[in-house]
Structures are given as structure tokens and as C-alpha cells.
């Protein structure tokens, strides 16, 4: 890991210059852009930005089981809490919905979204289902990582009907039960929204400008090794090349 941040005063924008779009050089020349929505702290991440809310879900029912031996959820050592969908055959997990759920636009973009806690080794197939027995959607989970967001689009309708009486999760094929991450309420740091079961609402919101709110938060926390490697070189890229002190803080994250 570079530590030489002198090069800070120097930087030569042409360093985002690159005839070959990996994730590293995508993540800097992106942050050249000059959004605005800059957040300096890793858990001062809103639910709300705009037209853009991240409604949760709560967890009403999960099979009890633990993992795998030599497995364990991520950040469970800071009171992040996990639930289980699977193997198929199993009770089915139930996300609950909310009592005060808001407006849905006709117009807006809506996906449900889960994050995944344990690394999956194996190709899966969710069911979402409503309350009243309707499907809504596949969450085709494939070899995920830990803290790789999963998400299914929903109609308007869809989403007002999961915000209203909630969601089951069953799992159609896979050998292995997958976890997922829970509201945790005594969690330090708390996870972020979006780690979280949710449906998301978007009408009218820039993505890239979400996209530059959240590269300070934790959902740019990868695990040990090459994943959050690349997250530490892409933000140093970005401090680099835009003289950002700010940034710097969140690659100190990492290490």
C-alpha cells in the first residue's frame, strides 16, 4: 500500500489518462467529475438523499441455524447481525414490512436489496414472494463475496405491496444455506442502510451523485485481501488526483 501522500500537491490530472478500463482506473477517472455530495465520516451515510429513499425491512422470520464450521458473518465481532435463507426445503425466511411505508412515484426506479454476510460458494436461486402468495422476483446469487449487495427490480406496485405486508424468501435451488446482513441495533459502527434489507425508491436522482456519497461510507468495506485492495488504490487514486485530504481519511480505513 502506497503511504506517500506528497504526491497530493503535485497531482497531474492527465494521471487519469488510461486506454484500458479496469476497476481501479474506472473508480478514478469517475472521481473526476466533481460531484458534490461528499461525506467525511464512514457511518454518516443517509436514508435519504433528495428523491432517493432506502426504505428497511425488518426481519420477522429465519430458520436458527449457525454457520458452517470455521465460518463466521461479517463484522459479527461488532454486533452485526445475520439471518439465513436455505438450503431449499427449509422453513422460509419472512422480511416484514413497515407501518408507515412512503409514497411510491409511478415513475420511480424500486429494487429490493440484500447484502450478503458470508462469502457464497455456490449458484442460487431466491424466490420473492408477497404476502399474498405473488412472485415478485429471483435473486440469482453466483459465487457472492462478502458485503456484495444483491437486488431484484420491482414495479411500483410491487414495491408498495412488499412495503406494505412484506416478503418471503425461499430458496429454489443451491446445496448451502446463504446469510445475509439484519437490522443490528447494538452494532458499533452500525452498518449502513443500504447493507441492510431494503427497497429502494429513486425518481429523479443522479446515480453518479449517489455514487460519489457512498464512496465514503461502509459499504465500500470489502474483506481482508485483493477486493479491498482494489477499494484502497481506487479512493488513493481519487485523493490524488483531486488534492483530497478528506479522501485520505477513508483509505486510512483500510488499512
Given at each position: 500500500?502506497?503511504?506517500?501522500?506528497?504526491?497530493?500537491?503535485?497531482?497531474?490530472?492527465?494521471?487519469?489518462?488510461?486506454?484500458?478500463?479496469?476497476?481501479?482506473?474506472?473508480?478514478?477517472?469517475?472521481?473526476?467529475?466533481?460531484?458534490?455530495?461528499?461525506?467525511?465520516?464512514?457511518?454518516?451515510?443517509?436514508?435519504?438523499?433528495?428523491?432517493?429513499?432506502?426504505?428497511?425491512?425488518?426481519?420477522?422470520r429465519?430458520?436458527?441455524?449457525a454457520p458452517?464450521?470455521?465460518m463466521?458473518?461479517?463484522?459479527?465481532?461488532?454486533?452485526?447481525q445475520?439471518f439465513?435463507?436455505?438450503?431449499?426445503?427449509?422453513?422460509t425466511?419472512?422480511?416484514?414490512?413497515?407501518?408507515?411505508?412512503?409514497?411510491?412515484?409511478?415513475?420511480a426506479?424500486?429494487?429490493?436489496?440484500?447484502?450478503?454476510?458470508?462469502?457464497?460458494r455456490?449458484?442460487?436461486?431466491?424466490?420473492?414472494?408477497?404476502s399474498?402468495?405473488?412472485?415478485v422476483?429471483?435473486f440469482?446469487?453466483?459465487?457472492?463475496?462478502?458485503?456484495?449487495?444483491?437486488?431484484?427490480?420491482l414495479?411500483?406496485s410491487?414495491?408498495?405491496?412488499?412495503?406494505?405486508?412484506?416478503?418471503?424468501?425461499?430458496?429454489?435451488?443451491?446445496?448451502?444455506?446463504?446469510?445475509?446482513?439484519?437490522?443490528?441495533?447494538n452494532a458499533?459502527?452500525?452498518?449502513?442502510?443500504?447493507q441492510?434489507?431494503?427497497?429502494?425508491?429513486?425518481?429523479?436522482?443522479?446515480?453518479?451523485?449517489?455514487?460519489?456519497?457512498?464512496l465514503?461510507?461502509?459499504?465500500?468495506?470489502?474483506?481482508f485481501?485483493?477486493?479491498?485492495?482494489?477499494?484502497?488504490?481506487?479512493?488513493?487514486?481519487?485523493?490524488?488526483?483531486?488534492?483530497?485530504?478528506?479522501?485520505?481519511?477513508?483509505?486510512?480505513r483500510y488499512?
Amino acid at each position: 500500500m502506497r503511504r506517500d501522500h506528497s504526491i497530493l500537491s503535485s497531482a497531474d490530472p492527465r494521471v487519469l489518462q488510461s486506454c484500458a478500463v479496469d476497476r481501479r482506473r474506472w473508480m478514478a477517472t469517475t472521481g473526476g467529475l466533481g460531484f458534490s455530495l461528499l461525506l467525511g465520516d464512514a457511518a454518516a451515510t443517509e436514508s435519504r438523499a433528495g428523491n432517493l429513499v432506502h426504505v428497511p425491512l425488518p426481519i420477522d422470520r429465519a430458520p436458527d441455524r449457525a454457520p458452517a464450521a470455521g465460518m463466521r458473518t461479517g463484522f459479527v465481532g461488532f454486533g452485526w447481525q445475520s439471518f439465513v435463507v436455505g438450503p431449499p426445503g427449509s422453513p422460509t425466511s419472512v422480511l416484514g414490512g413497515t407501518p408507515e411505508p412512503p409514497p411510491v412515484p409511478a415513475d420511480a426506479i424500486c429494487r429490493m436489496r440484500l447484502t450478503n454476510s458470508i462469502d457464497v460458494r455456490q449458484d442460487c436461486t431466491i424466490q420473492v414472494s408477497t404476502s399474498p402468495g405473488e412472485s415478485v422476483g429471483e435473486f440469482r446469487v453466483r459465487f457472492a463475496g462478502l458485503y456484495q449487495v444483491q437486488e431484484i427490480p420491482l414495479s411500483p406496485s410491487q414495491a408498495e405491496t412488499v412495503l406494505r405486508g412484506g416478503a418471503t424468501l425461499r430458496m429454489l435451488s443451491g446445496t448451502d444455506p446463504v446469510w445475509f446482513f439484519a437490522p443490528s441495533a447494538n452494532a458499533t459502527p452500525a452498518p449502513d442502510p443500504v447493507q441492510l434489507p431494503h427497497i429502494l425508491i429513486s425518481s429523479g436522482v443522479a446515480s453518479g451523485e449517489e455514487f460519489e456519497r457512498r464512496l465514503r461510507g461502509l459499504v465500500m468495506l470489502q474483506g481482508f485481501g485483493w477486493q479491498s485492495g482494489c477499494v484502497s488504490e481506487g479512493l488513493l487514486d481519487l485523493a490524488e488526483a483531486r488534492g483530497d485530504q478528506e479522501l485520505l481519511k477513508a483509505v486510512d480505513r483500510y488499512q
